[in-house]
């Protein structure tokens, strides 16, 4: 753009805001903010006697009019106006004509708004299609219509970077900086033109100064910080690819010789092979990987029909076994720590799917191998942001849970890559969709196997089944799937039936965690597995393992309020005593779960609660939890002790002890658990109804005033 148009668009935008202040100054009720406006005014008029004519702006006594068309050279006549023309004789006249200039300008551009932003989303819809070149028109026919808009500047220059019109990128940022000093896009947009034009620092400069504008931009400046020095990076490697080879470097010149052989067709596949193997041993320093590169290597390698055959086949001859081994070592040479040829390398049409295949090939050597080579891209950020892009995701996770039935360290290398890769939210985006139905479902086949996995191994693949499930949508895909409870049953049974306590023993703790992450959750399947699901947990209360007792009870918290089924059969197995037991001698998180437990089973049975009143006399155990400072852990024992003061005889045995000031203290406390004081008033509701002798205390306590206010929660 020239630049006697960008100034006629500062002139403009100046003139405007000028006009469109003064007339709002003269709308002032502050007659000192409307008398300092007339006196504008009378300045304005005195500089406009004569005719005043400016390129692409004509003022004309004291009226402004600006001209729409900037290439227009002759100026556009004035409207007529009321009385002698151009003779308005006193301040009235001139606001009256300046004020309705100013409406009819902002009319116009009302107008010009709405067109430009049609034009706008029209740009945004040929972009979405790959239509570089009809999205910059649409943004430069919305530009003639409204030159200030920002949006439009920053869009086209999205565009023209596609069409790598960097010149012409970075002026469309300056006029949307112009329009806008803090646009975060305008700096985004340029800094990448500059760093495709390998204008370096002037590309970091962009980039920083998104930092300045907003801080909390940090990670997204240094991903592309990082991508600059990337390019950096490259370039100065392609420098110095051509030093060493006019140098007459030994191992280059070789490797260039050797690709130009490789490209020669018809030749016996041991000649291919020698060739690939003698370029990876020649892959020994980053310049040489850059020459395999900057010489059409992976193109070579593509090219070559006698080595994508041996790559693709899916039935393949013993040469092509090897000659397909020596390749995926050859990828690996050419890979490791070169991160631009990994971005080739992944993004060739067609090897990511390639790679899966090749993944899933029953040859060892071959997915061994390609193992290797996902692994190398794992050793830095951008590498794993090259996988988790261009692979598809959810078949990746079946074929390495496959892996899991390997005893040797392939499993420990697929699980490696899953554990790296899970944790990305892009990762677990991806798998929503098809969790249930093509992953999941492999999961299950491993429990319901769970001879045939590794030991060592497979409880790290459940625990990357609860790393996913850290997302709302697979969480409620794996609670809500009947086959997946059942699939861990058997896993249970199968770790139970182990002649060796321990050899099961990581896996039966890690999967018990996953099934109390969730059976959190209330739905048709958990409660149709409740009463199987408390079966297992009630051996496995038998245990000498503290971790597995401790889950085991968790699960049973769960479970138990599920099915009554379920809750009858605890209470037969003789829960209660189990639950008392693990309270006097159990862990912190062992004990929340007990005292849940019995809370659970008081609620629903009059047996529960006598065994309690029975085996806990004066409630020795329980009263103690009450002082314990886990907050759920006091509120779950005062609704088990409410439930019990319905035993007769039970609250005439607390008498003369501390139970109504205790649970006073916390009724009438300030916990963070609302539950804790509603359970405390429940319960010291039910003591005084029970035993009357009790409300004596509460009186002289003074608490009757704070039962009364909580007997609305009192059945």
């Keep these: 753009m020239a630049a006697a148009g960008k100034q006629e668009l500062e002139r403009f935008l100046r003139e405007v805001d000028e006009i469109t202040d003064l007339v709002e100054e003269l709308k002032s009720d502050n007659p000192a903010v409307r008398e300092k406006a007339f006196q504008k005014a009378d300045e304005k008029l005195e500089k406009g006697s004569g005719a005043e004519v400016v390129e692409g702006c004509r003022t004309k006594l004291n009226r402004t009019l600006i001209n729409p068309n900037l290439s227009c050279s002759t100026p556009p006549q004035p409207p007529n106006l009321p009385g002698q023309y151009g003779m308005a004789t006193n301040q ?62 920053t869009n086209r220059a999205q565009a023209y970077i596609k069409l790598g019109k960097y010149d012409e990128a970075i002026i469309d940022c300056e006029w949307a900086l112009k329009c806008n000093e803090n646009c975060i896009k305008a700096y985004v947009h340029m800094g990448k033109a ?55 470097n030994v191992n280059t010149t070789t490797a260039h010789e050797v690709l130009k ?126 996988l988790l892009c261009s692979l598809d995701l959810t078949r990746l996770v079946q074929i390495l849970m496959g892996f899991m039935n390997c005893t040797d360290v392939t499993a420990s290398d697929a699980m490696g890559i899953l554990s790296s890769l899970v944790p990305e939210k892009k990762f677990k985006k991806h798998c929503q969709n098809d969790f249930a139905f093509k992953v999941l479902p492999s999961f299950e086949i491993l429990l319901k196997n769970l001879k045939l996995t590794n030991k ?70 958990i409660q149709a597995k409740a009463s199987a699901t408390t079966e297992r947990c009630i051996s496995l209360l038998d245990s000498t393992d503290g971790g597995i007792l401790t889950r085991a009870t968790g699960l049973l918290s769960h479970m138990l309020p599920q099915s009554a089924e379920a809750l009858e059969k605890a209470v037969k197995a003789g829960m209660v005593k189990k639950m008392l037991r693990f309270i006097k001698a159990g862990g912190k998180t062992t004990t929340r779960y007990a005292v849940k437990t019995l809370t659970v089973c008081s609620s629903n049975s009059e047996q529960a609660r006598k065994e309690i009143v029975k085996c806990d006399k004066k409630f020795s155990g329980l009263r103690k939890l009450l002082t314990s400072d886990d907050e759920l852990v006091v509120g779950n024992t005062a609704l088990c002790l409410s439930h019990c003061f319905e035993i007769p005889g039970a609250a005439t045995s607390l008498l003369r002890s501390d139970i109504v000031r205790t649970l006073l203290q916390h009724a009438g406390g300030d916990a963070k658990e609302n539950g804790l004081q509603q359970n405390a008033a429940i319960a010291l509701g039910k003591l005084c109804l029970a035993e009357p002798r009790h409300k004596t205390e509460l009186r002289e306590l003074r608490g009757l005033e704070i039962l009364t206010s909580c007997m609305k929660y009192i059945k």
């Design 261 to 386: 052989k490789l490209s020669s067709p018809n030749k016996i596949p041991l000649f291919y092979l020698g060739g690939v193997r003698l370029l990876t041993e020649l892959m020994k320093e980053c310049t040489e990987q850059t020459l395999f590169r900057t010489n059409g290597g992976f193109s070579v390698i593509n090219d070559n029909e006698i080595i994508r055959r041996s790559l693709t086949s899916s039935l393949k001859e013993p040469y092509e076994v090897e000659l397909c081994v020596s390749v995926l070592v050859l990828w690996q040479a050419v890979s490791r720590g070169n991160e631009e040829n990994q971005r080739l390398l992944i993004t060739s049409s067609g090897t990511s799917e390639q790679l899966l295949d090749l993944l899933s090939c029953k040859e060892s050597e071959i997915y061994k191998e390609c193992l290797a080579l996902l692994s190398i891209y794992l050793l830095s950020e951008y590498g794993k942001g090259l």
């Design 194 to 248: 500059n760093q495709s034009l390998k204008k370096y620092e002037e590309a970091r400069v962009c980039y920083q100064k998104i930092l300045e504008i907003d801080p909390n931009r940090e990670k997204l400046v240094k991903e592309y910080i990082n991508l600059l020095e990337l390019a950096q990076k490259k370039e100065q490697q392609e420098k110095e690819v051509v030093k060493e080879f006019e140098r007459g």
């Design 92 to 153: 009235e006249d001139f606001l009256t004509i300046l004020e309705r200039d100013a409406e009819a300008r902002g009319e116009r551009r009302k107008k010009n708004q709405k067109l430009a932003n049609a034009l706008k989303e029209k740009g945004n819809a040929a972009f979405s299609n790959g239509d570089y070149v009809t999205a910059v028109q649409y943004y430069t026919d919305g530009l003639e219509k409204l030159r200030d808009f920002q949006a439009l500047y």
């Design 456 to 525: 060592q191994i497979f409880p790290q693949c459940i625990s990357v089944v609860g790393s996913l499930a850290s997302d709302k949508t697979i969480y409620g895909q794996i609670a809500g799937r009947e086959e997946y409870w059942e699939s861990c049953l058997i896993a249970i049974d199968e770790a139970i039936s182990s002649a060796a306590e321990t050899e099961y023993r990581e896996t039966l703790y890690t999967l018990l965690g996953l099934m109390v992450n969730f059976s959190i959750e209330q739905c048709c399947a």
